[in-house]
């Protein structure tokens, strides 16, 4: 079975704070995806990754960075956390962009005060 | 606007009752993907459709889509307790370097037992 993992399943950051979310993925898949999802705006696309050290920014891409330094390792960085960052974040990946299904993790609940 | 729309947003049904839930989309697609969403969960992948497809079955599950009406359909049949999720559609638009996968902002179905 394929596995998405994300480090924290809960974190509680304060304003200003710089925040890593890591995920990993173990099926060797080329592609990796940053999500978030708050209630009644669904799932928004942040930066995706087709390959290692490559990265595309998705729909909502400001706040945030990312990085892809070995294919099983996606990132997703929050230079200084805001208020607005508090979310639930999912990391997804796909062995094809075009044709291929996603694999989401169980999410990171971000709280930021 | 969403690019993929699931109608109702909230469906109540008892257990044994058929479900049906609708998505609409506004542009030409590759294919039309149907996730899962336990609370508080990540997303789980149920089905893809490609756009030259018209009927899909897996299990329980039917999916139907209809390209010149821009909709997809998902069935579920003879309903769970453990059917109780929200439901995504994801459209997926991929030409050259281009790609985008867009979720619709879902279905709640809660099954009454």
């Known amino acids: 079975d394929v596995k998405v993992t994300q480090s924290s399943r809960y974190l509680v950051k304060r304003t200003g704070e710089k925040v890593f979310l890591e995920c990993v993925q173990d099926?060797?898949?080329?592609?990796m995806f940053w999500y978030r999802q708050d209630p009644g705006l669904g799932l928004r696309l942040i930066y995706f990754?087709?390959?290692?050290?490559?990265?595309e920014k998705g729909d909502i891409p400001e706040g945030y960075s990312v990085s892809r330094e070995k294919k099983e390792r996606f990132s997703l960085i929050l230079e200084s956390a805001s208020t607005n960052q508090t979310s639930m974040y999912l990391c997804?990946?796909?062995?094809?962009?075009?044709?291929?299904?996603?694999?989401f993790g169980e999410g990171s609940r971000l709280t930021v005060l | 606007s969403q690019q993929g729309e699931e109608d109702p947003q909230a469906l109540s049904i008892q257990e044994g009752e058929n479900a049906t839930m609708n998505c609409s989309y506004k542009?030409?697609?590759?294919?039309l993907q149907w996730y899962r969403q336990n609370s508080g969960r990540g997303l789980v992948h149920l089905i893809l459709?490609?756009?030259?497809?018209r009927e899909k079955h897996s299990g329980r599950l039917r999916v139907t889509l209809d390209t010149s009406k821009k909709s997809s359909s998902l069935l579920i049949t003879a309903s769970r307790a453990a059917d109780t999720a929200s439901y995504f559609c994801?459209?997926?638009?991929?030409?050259?370097?281009?790609?985008?996968?867009?979720f619709g902002k879902g279905t709640l179905l809660t099954v009454n037992p």
């Open positions: 997804a990946s796909s062995p094809a962009l075009a044709t291929g299904e996603l694999f």
């Open positions: 099926m060797d898949h080329e592609n």
């Open positions: 990754s087709y390959d290692v050290k490559m990265k």
């Open positions: 542009t030409s697609i590759n294919n």
């Open positions: 459709i490609r756009s030259n497809e």
């Open positions: 994801a459209t997926v638009n991929s030409g050259g370097s281009n790609y985008k996968l867009t």
